[in-house]
């Protein structure tokens, strides 16, 4: 199939969650990466991965950044219909940080180091003297909810019962831990910095700690919607490409991406604590660009199938393992860019 055809579709609608690792979506429509593909893309801000899941399926979306485990999620029918999806490009690597509020820092002495388990040990230590806290995750199918769990389990934390997982908005983070709605959460950047900033909570971990290069954010589109539209989506994955490498350039280019994103359709007000977009630094690792992070690689999902494939054991399920080879499949990526 001739993927360099016109695409079926000039005009679509791709939905994002305000995270940094939205930005080659914002990157390829500020800068005309999408345009000079010969579409018109409006992205449509979503406060929820519900909410945003729910369009993908229903149609009033054509894609959106998903978490990555979300495409396989939806294609076994976990907390909704069954909806076959897939992830044709990966968006993102890496880029989630632990954090807990400042006070349960002081009273535990759990603090950012080089080895995670340090500060899930201190948290584990003061849970005999403390009351049970309350700690935050994006969505139940999450690479946070699954980090969290481990990190947890590091210090001898039990999830299910030592602690109240439960779920929030990204954006909801910052604000439920300074009105002390929450003790902590996981979540992408830049809500763990914007904490810190605010000295509402504090850096005790990052995902890069437990799970180094692990495909974090994805382009999720319906089977149906990549069978109807294969230029469209071969359209979409080159303007995505073309965004990562512009964003690898320069320190300038990357100076620009922050002030897109900072942009009130955006990320606004939330991104104006950062002087630069913080990519690769550590402890967050967050990669939108290099050698190999864009293309989907389905033995990098192994952490999240074996996670998946936890949560299916309770409701007496196994993984599918031909859903999750279709799910993530490079076949999509290398036909757009001829690998």
């Not at 914007?194 to 000295?199: G, M, V």
């Not at 512009?246 to 990357?254: F, G, H, I, M, S």
């Not at 192994?302 to 993530?328: F, K, M, T, W």
Request: aromatic share 6%; with cysteine; proline share 8%.
């Amino acid at each position: 199939m001739d993927m360099n055809k016109t695409p079926e579709l000039n005009r679509l609608t791709l939905g994002f969650v305000p995270l940094l690792d939205a930005a080659l979506l914002v990157i390829a429509r500020e800068r005309g990466f999408f345009a000079a593909q010969g579409i018109d893309v409006s992205l449509s801000r979503e406060n929820a991965w519900s909410t945003l899941r729910d369009k993908v399926a229903a149609g009033l979306l054509d894609g959106a950044q998903m978490l990555s485990p979300m495409p396989l999620a939806m294609s076994l029918g976990l907390e909704r219909a069954p909806c076959d999806a897939l992830a044709p490009i990966t968006l993102s690597r890496n880029g989630n940080a632990f954090v807990l509020s400042t006070s349960l820092c002081e009273q535990s002495g759990a603090a950012l180091g080089s080895e995670p388990a340090a500060s899930a040990r201190a948290l584990g230590n003061w849970l005999g003297q403390g009351r049970r806290p309350r700690l935050a995750m994006v969505y139940p199918f999450s690479c946070q909810h699954y980090l969290l769990r481990e990190w947890l389990a590091l210090g001898g934390i039990d999830p299910d019962r030592d602690v109240e997982l439960v779920v929030l908005p990204p954006p909801r983070m910052v604000t439920a831990l300074s009105e002390g709605q929450i003790d902590g959460f996981c979540a992408g950047e830049p809500w763990g910095s914007l904490a810190e900033h605010y000295r509402v909570g504090r850096l005790v971990a990052s995902g890069a700690q437990l799970w180094p290069e692990h495909p974090e954010k994805v382009l999720g589109v319906t089977h149906s919607w990549a069978h109807h539209y294969p230029a469209t989506l071969a359209a979409l994955i080159r303007a995505l490409v073309a965004a990562s490498e512009w964003l690898a350039e320069t320190p300038e280019n990357r100076r620009q991406a922050l002030a897109w994103l900072a942009l009130p359709p955006y990320l606004d007000r939330s991104v104006n604590h950062l002087d630069s977009l913080p990519l690769d630094t550590a402890p967050i690792h967050q990669r939108l660009y290099g050698p190999g992070v864009l293309r989907p690689d389905v033995e990098a999902m192994g952490r999240i199938a074996e996670q998946l494939n936890r949560s299916l054991r309770h409701v007496e399920r196994s993984l599918d393992i031909p859903a999750l080879h279709e799910c993530y499949s490079p076949v999509h990526f290398d036909a757009a860019m001829h690998q």
